[in-house]
């Protein structure tokens, strides 16, 4: 498989996932999280889709396209090894939808921090609510669901509470 042919995988399984989990969601009226903003894509998706919920946006540097980048009062700055508990505090366990994409293409590495914040992201989750990642997860309560139509099997994964 070519670097092109994984590329359009993982965006077309993001797509398919995101589609199936806001759809899944959309009676819980909890926010959403989106972490890893990067080019806003998938931000710019789930903002056109979701309606009636804030989707708060964890970022350690904001360099998006300009139409996909959240407002200050929904962004949370910083390390999520740090944001993510905080928020937790601040919050408790309310979100709806939390996706995840916040890998680099380090395949190891990226397996590793899905580890660690695996224990920080599971008790954010409201009853109900669904976890979407770009990364296989490593959670203790949570269960993995079977992919939408148009999902590649290991290019994306759901998780519900
Ligand atoms: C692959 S990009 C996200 C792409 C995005 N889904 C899109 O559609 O444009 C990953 C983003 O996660 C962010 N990130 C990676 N590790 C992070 C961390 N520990 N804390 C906060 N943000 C992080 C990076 O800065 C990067 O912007």
Not at 102 to 125: C, M, Q, T, W, Y
């Amino acid at each position: 498989m070519s670097r092109l042919d994984l590329f359009i995988d993982r965006m077309v399984s993001q797509r398919a996932c995101l589609d199936y989990a806001i759809a899944e969601t959309a009676l819980i009226t909890g926010p959403v999280y989106e972490l890893g903003l990067g080019n806003g894509r998938t931000y710019h998706h789930m903002r056109e889709r979701i309606k009636g919920r804030d989707i708060y946006v964890f970022e350690r540097a904001i360099a998006s396209h300009p139409d996909s980048t959240p407002p200050e009062s929904l962004t949370i700055l910083g390390d999520v090894h740090d944001t993510l508990p905080a928020t937790l505090e601040r919050f408790g366990p309310v979100a709806s939808l939390i996706h995840a994409d916040l890998g680099g293409h380090n395949r190891a590495k990226n397996d590793i921090f899905a580890r660690e914040i695996s224990p920080l992201v599971e008790p954010l989750l409201a009853e109900g609510g669904l976890m979407v990642s770009s990364d296989r997860m490593y959670f203790e309560n949570l269960t993995e669901l079977p992919l939408p139509t148009g999902a590649v099997e290991g290019r994306c994964f759901v998780y519900r509470r």
